[in-house]
């Protein structure tokens, strides 16, 4: 009786260990993934002398208030993130427009070299950005757009991810949706706005996340084509942040703030569409 009493606690125990044990590492994954940001936020407390300290300090420090109010007020991190947000949006919504009207065009539409255009398209997605700098930036001067907002936007409107994204989408969706919609004589643009658009909102979460975060992090392209300050990106804000302050060094509890304070909206907008940008990547299951 003894020996089955064991084995009953054994297999009563062994599915639950198994669980903890799996929650366990998942936690101390993310908690090793996340520990950069955890260190940014604790720092970004504290003053120069308690970030100075041997051994350092992990608690929350004495100069929160201050480091952000510096932060926010010296390196005018407010103009800077209006500008890279309106720039962040503007690409968002133009790239999935371009993007939608592109995979439609792939998938539902016959024409010449159709195959080959398609793969000219995901070509483009293996140039890397120092290929294409250097001719984009004399196009772009020579169309007298240098150190505006156009130079910003434009050049990020085409989307060869977004293509690809809304074509193997578009795919997926049964043949027989689109007899009916031709038979009911659905055009292109309805067929597009009416039946495809509410069966691609997962997709376009996902672009949406992708595209806002990328144009987000933009730090060579508008360190190259802008030159004032009052048109300039949030990340050039970032880079100034670790400039020497006014007494010769440089603050990083200071600098931690202003990281801390920058990294806000992608975070938001992240956990707004969290649930679009899974499902877009068939990370989840469809309920």
Do not use: C
């Not at 109010?69 to 209006?82: E, F, I, P, S, T």
């Not at 016959?110 to 995901?122: A, N, T, Y």
């Amino acid at each position: 009786m003894a020996g089955k009493k064991k084995m009953l606690d054994w297999y009563f125990w062994r599915p639950r260990l198994s669980t903890l044990s799996t929650h366990l590492v998942l936690f101390l994954a993310a908690l090793f993934i996340a520990s950069p940001i955890i260190f940014a936020v604790i720092k970004s407390t504290q003053s120069t002398a308690q970030i100075s300290t041997y051994p350092p300090q992990f608690g929350i420090g004495s100069s929160m208030a201050e480091n952000y109010k510096v932060a926010w007020q010296r390196y005018n991190l407010g103009r800077l993130m209006v500008n890279t947000f309106g720039v962040a949006i503007s690409v968002m919504v133009g790239k999935t427009i371009l993007s939608l009207l592109a995979a439609l065009a792939l998938v539902y539409f016959d024409f010449r070299f159709k195959g080959l255009i398609f793969i000219f398209i995901l070509v483009t997605l293996m140039m890397p950005v120092p290929v294409r700098i250097v001719p984009l930036f004399k196009f772009v001067s020579s169309l007298g757009w240098g150190n505006t907002f156009w130079a910003l936007t434009v050049p990020f409107l085409a989307s060869a991810t977004g293509t690809f994204l809304f074509r193997q989408h578009f795919m997926s969706i049964p043949t027989s949706l689109v007899d009916a919609a031709r038979v009911d004589g659905v055009g292109p643009m309805r067929f597009l706005w009416q039946i495809l658009l509410p069966m691609s909102m997962n997709t376009v979460g996902a672009m949406a996340v992708i595209e806002f975060v990328y144009l987000w992090n933009q730090y060579l392209w508008p360190l190259i084509i802008i030159s004032s300050n009052k048109n300039q990106m949030i990340q050039m804000g970032v880079k100034q942040l670790t400039v020497s302050g006014p007494e010769g060094m440089v603050h990083w509890g200071i600098s931690m703030a202003g990281v801390v304070i920058t990294m806000l909206p992608p975070l938001i907008m992240f956990i707004l569409l969290q649930e679009q940008f899974m499902r877009g990547f068939a990370l989840t299951e469809e309920k």
